[in-house]
């Protein structure tokens, strides 16, 4: 079935690096574009990063940019969410999302179930 | 970045009441705005899309409505499984902005 399973989260120190994966199966990854969109502990949710179905254009927010980087491997499946520099407001579930509507519209209609990142000294 | 005010934060409700959550754009947004349900320890769940568009497999009680700056999520009749956060998602332009969330909780 329609799967997305993120891994890779822990507990990591403040200006240390981590690097999340998420594995697509089910349908054609290389197809659509991805999100990532992260939730800290008894908040709300917030759009983090996106990457176009071929890997092109990525676009970040601006709570992240500079410090996260998104890729992709459409061979493999896989979305990856590289984070640098990170600070203790980082830590949060991290949810792989499809945006996977067609005909011009967006909105994310597959989730992963999260991966958690604690940024702790 | 756009942002999302979502109101009410919180309500309660009975099953049967209709219900509705309102989101206000800081600037127009055309008609690109959707609506997730989260429940305690579960991924959101997709319920409209561009405003009025219902995904596939959820119930015709939920609704959606508006466009430039003001939209509404309504559920004709609350039933028990409706009880669960809401958020809209405006998705505009970069960066994309969710707002802060609206529990709906049993009264």
């Known amino acids: 079935q329609v799967q997305l399973v993120e891994s890779g989260g822990g507990v990591v120190q403040p200006g240390r690096s981590l690097r999340l994966s998420c594995a697509a199966s089910?349908?054609?990854?290389?197809?659509?574009?991805m999100h990532w969109v992260r939730q800290a502990p008894g908040k709300g949710l917030e759009w983090a990063a996106l990457?176009?179905?071929?890997?092109?254009?990525?676009y970040y927010a601006d709570s992240v940019k500079g410090r996260f980087t998104v890729s992709r491997d459409n061979f493999e499946n896989t979305l990856s969410l590289q984070m640098n520099s990170l600070r203790v407001d980082d830590t949060a579930l991290y949810y792989c999302?499809?945006?996977?509507?067609?005909?011009?519209?967006?909105?994310?209609?597959?989730w992963g179930q999260g991966t958690m990142v604690i940024v702790s000294s | 970045a756009i942002q999302m005010t979502q109101s009410p934060s919180s309500l309660s409700a009975s099953v049967g009441d209709r219900v509705t959550i309102t989101c206000r754009a800081s600037?127009?947004?055309?008609?690109?705005l959707g609506w997730y349900q989260q429940k305690p320890g579960k991924a959101p769940r997709l319920l409209m899309y561009?405003?009025?568009s219902l995904q596939g497999g959820v119930p015709s009680r939920f609704s959606g409505s508006g466009s430039g700056t003001d939209f509404t999520l309504t559920i004709s009749s609350l039933q028990p499984e409706d009880f669960a956060t809401y958020y809209c998602?405006?998705?505009?332009?970069?960066?994309?902005?969710f707002g802060l969330g609206t529990k709906v909780e049993i009264k």
């Open positions: 561009a405003t009025s």
């Open positions: 600037q127009d947004i055309g008609n690109e």
């Open positions: 990457i176009t179905y071929d890997g092109t254009k990525q």
């Open positions: 999302a499809r945006d996977g509507i067609s005909g011009g519209d967006d909105a994310f209609d597959i």
């Open positions: 998602l405006q998705d505009y332009n970069y960066p994309w902005t």
């Open positions: 089910g349908f054609t990854f290389g197809s659509y574009t």
